[in-house]
């Protein structure tokens, strides 16, 4: 049976895609999955998996978990949370590099490499600490 990572998969939707270690990203539906796991799928959760052809290409059938994904408790949380007064410095930074980006855009200009580079770290810190 093949095996992978969970790229990405949206409990809402009901689907996502899985990445096959050595081939193709691969289709994966909620039936797919073992009863109760939708809603703890997190990206990069080893699966094995078997492949059967649909209508779209690649899809995973009979999806198992090969660990299971960790979950983070509220204290554990709390304690990987920045300090309030190191998030005012952040968003502060996110703010004047957006600010910069929507003026080029105002003047039909798309944002340089340089810019681009330093503000797609800033996003991900930004949004890391919303997802604790």
């Not at 073992?34 to 703890?40: I, K, L, S």
């Not at 209508?55 to 983070?72: F, H, I, K, N, Y």
């Amino acid at each position: 049976m093949p095996t992978g990572k969970v790229k990405w998969f949206d409990v809402e939707k009901g689907f996502g895609f899985l990445s096959q270690d050595g081939g193709q990203d691969v289709y994966v539906h909620a039936d797919a999955l073992p009863a109760g796991t939708a809603a703890t799928l997190k990206a990069g959760t080893r699966v094995e998996f078997g492949i059967a052809q649909g209508r779209r290409g690649d899809q995973a059938l009979q999806v198992r978990l090969l660990e299971a994904p960790t979950s983070v408790t509220r204290n554990q949380a709390a304690a990987r949370r920045r300090k309030p007064e190191e998030m005012v410095l952040i968003t502060e930074n996110v703010i004047k590099l957006l600010d910069g980006i929507r003026e080029g855009y105002e003047h039909d200009r798309s944002p340089s490499r340089d810019i681009a580079k330093k503000v797609a770290p800033a996003l991900r810190a930004l949004a890391d600490e919303f997802e604790l």
